[in-house]
Nanobody, 119 residues
Framework: QLQASGGGLVQAGDSLRLSCAASGRSFSNLVMAWFRQAPGKERAFVAAIKWSSTYYTDSVKGRFTISGDDAKNTVYLQMNSLKPEDTAVYYC????????????????WGQGTLVTVSS
């Protein structure tokens, strides 16, 4: 089970840190990822981590950082310099095997957390 938290309403340029707490099993051997879904759009890849390797979609590179704490079985998404176009529901997810960039490739999903960035 994955539990996402940390969303909220912020202004452009602000920062937020999302957390995804995993329970029921260790996710340390899995790909942990964040996707987001804006109104009227498909769920889109944001960032992923497996072991120490990280991956980002181009639009967040240099602004977002994904990290994990195996002891807490938690993955974080630090979001800096937020823009209005970052507004979306953010979902954490996990899968075995290699990194994939499509939502349908992921097996486990948490509930989303809403991030709203005002201009």
């Amino acid at each position: 089970q994955l539990q996402a938290s940390g969303g909220g309403l912020v202004q452009a340029g602000d920062s937020l840190r999302l957390s995804c707490a995993a329970s029921g099993r260790s996710f340390s051997n899995l790909v942990m990822a964040w996707f987001r879904q804006a109104p009227g759009k498909e769920r889109a890849f944001v960032a992923a981590i497996k072991w120490s390797s990280t991956y980002y979609t181009d639009s967040v590179k240099g602004r977002f950082t994904i990290s994990g704490d195996d002891a807490k079985n938690t993955v974080y998404l630090q979001m800096n310099s937020l823009k209005p176009e970052d507004t979306a529901v953010y979902y954490c997810t996990a899968r075995g095997g290699a990194i994939h960039y499509t939502a349908r490739s992921y097996n486990y999903w948490g509930q989303g957390t809403l991030v709203t960035v005002s201009s």
